[in-house]
């Protein structure tokens, strides 16, 4: 039992010690001003993704045959042994543990019930929230309570919320501005990639970074959505747009997380158009991180197959 414990937190340990240095490297490489903020938004998914799955712990014995030079890293190994050989400290760490994740699985829960209530604001217009008011390009679009700030609804199949009166507030180029920026999140499924890295967080609470890419992954999905709109020529609208939105005067606010990088959102989009070079300077941030990431894989799975080679 001791064995097949000291086992599993020495898969743990190796798995989280190199997703940490792709973590590193991703941080590294998206602090680069070139390249485009779509490309560091999937460079942080990729990132989050990896803490989540440790390849290690898949491997098989045929791979595992093949791996002879591998050896294994023996102060993480030392630690998992002394824990698990510790009765006390095995379980007082579980304990921990699962305590931690049980609350923020609750955390996660309060936060889906709080904005995921069907039909929520719509009532009191008369709306019906089954049906919506428009489409854009193949997005449902409905509307909702006057207070309520544009955003995406969904996670297969998501749809657009609009606050009544939105129209009257913004000009056409504006809400043309707002519709596409929202649009790049309902066609991503962002809300789903949200979800996946906070269930992630739920059974990694403990590990720093998986907080801190939590946290970029919000800022580049904002990012990359304002690029979309800049792309379309009406990065000034929407700087028009977040203006008027973000107005106290204003029933209509903006959600936090976007209001929290409102002055970076708005430099970016009130900027020049980026230069010709970004497209190279984008392909080169995803290969240089692709191989970080395959090398980290690589490695993981040599320092764990070496488990099962001394076990035969």
Same mark, same amino acid.
């Given at each position: /039992?001791?064995?097949? $414990?000291?086992?599993?937190?020495?898969?743990?340990?190796?798995?989280? /010690?190199?997703?940490?240095?792709?973590?590193?490297?991703?941080?590294?490489?998206?602090?680069?001003?070139?390249?485009?903020?779509?490309?560091?938004?999937?460079?942080?998914? =990729?990132?989050?993704?990896?803490? /989540?799955?440790?390849?290690?712990?898949?491997?098989?014995?045929?791979?595992?045959?093949?791996?002879?030079?591998?050896?294994?890293?023996?102060?993480?190994?030392?630690?998992?042994?002394?824990?698990? #050989?510790?009765?006390?400290?095995?379980?007082?760490?579980?304990?921990?543990?699962?305590?931690?994740?049980?609350? /923020?699985?609750?955390?996660?829960?309060?936060?889906?019930?709080? #904005?995921?209530?069907?039909?929520?604001?719509?009532?009191?217009?008369?709306?019906?929230? &089954?049906?919506?008011?428009?489409?854009?390009?193949?997005?449902?679009?409905?509307?909702? &309570?006057?207070?309520?700030?544009?955003?995406?609804?969904?996670?297969?199949?998501?749809?657009?919320?609009?606050?009544?009166?939105?129209?009257?507030?913004?000009?056409?180029?504006?809400?043309?501005?707002?519709?596409?920026?929202?649009?790049?999140?309902?066609?991503?499924?962002?809300?789903?990639?949200?979800?996946?890295?906070? $269930? #992630?967080?739920?059974?990694?609470?403990?590990?720093?970074?998986?907080?801190?890419?939590?946290?970029?992954?919000?800022?580049?999905?904002?990012?990359?959505?304002?690029?979309?709109?800049?792309?379309?020529? &009406?990065?000034?609208?929407?700087?028009?747009?977040? =203006?008027?939105?973000?107005?106290? #005067?204003?029933?209509?606010?903006?959600?936090?997380?976007?209001?929290?990088?409102?002055?970076?959102?708005?430099?970016?989009?009130? =900027?020049?158009?980026?230069?010709?070079?970004?497209?190279?300077?984008?392909?080169?941030?995803?290969?240089?991180?692709?191989?970080?990431?395959?090398?980290? $894989?690589?490695?993981?799975?040599?320092?764990?197959?070496?488990?099962?080679?001394?076990?035969?």
């Amino acid at each position: /039992m001791h064995e097949q $414990i000291a086992r599993v937190l020495y898969y743990l340990g190796v798995h989280l /010690m190199y997703a940490s240095i792709v973590w590193l490297a991703a941080w590294l490489l998206t602090l680069i001003p070139r390249g485009s903020a779509t490309t560091k938004y999937w460079i942080w998914v =990729a990132t989050s993704l990896n803490f /989540m799955l440790p390849l290690g712990a898949l491997v098989d014995k045929s791979l595992a045959r093949h791996l002879t030079w591998a050896s294994p890293l023996g102060m993480i190994g030392g630690v998992g042994l002394r824990i698990a #050989e510790d009765a006390v400290l095995a379980s007082l760490l579980g304990a921990v543990w699962l305590l931690g994740a049980a609350l /923020m699985f609750a955390r996660l829960c309060l936060r889906l019930g709080a #904005e995921w209530r069907p039909g929520q604001g719509l009532q009191d217009q008369g709306c019906d929230d &089954r049906r919506p008011a428009f489409f854009a390009q193949g997005v449902p679009v409905r509307l909702g &309570r006057a207070s309520q700030a544009p955003s995406v609804d969904g996670l297969l199949h998501p749809h657009i919320f609009l606050p009544g009166g939105i129209d009257r507030l913004l000009s056409k180029d504006e809400l043309a501005a707002v519709l596409i920026h929202e649009m790049t999140h309902a066609k991503r499924r962002d809300n789903l990639i949200r979800l996946v890295h906070e $269930i #992630e967080l739920c059974a990694l609470w403990f590990h720093p970074l998986v907080w801190i890419t939590g946290a970029r992954l919000s800022l580049y999905r904002e990012l990359s959505c304002d690029e979309s709109v800049i792309h379309s020529a &009406r990065g000034r609208d929407l700087v028009s747009a977040l =203006a008027k939105l973000a107005n106290p #005067e204003q029933p209509l606010l903006l959600q936090a997380t976007a209001a929290s990088f409102l002055s970076l959102r708005i430099a970016r989009l009130a =900027a020049p158009q980026p230069q010709r070079n970004g497209r190279a300077a984008s392909g080169l941030l995803a290969v240089t991180f692709g191989a970080v990431l395959a090398m980290a $894989i690589f490695q993981t799975v040599a320092h764990t197959a070496c488990c099962f080679l001394a076990r035969h």
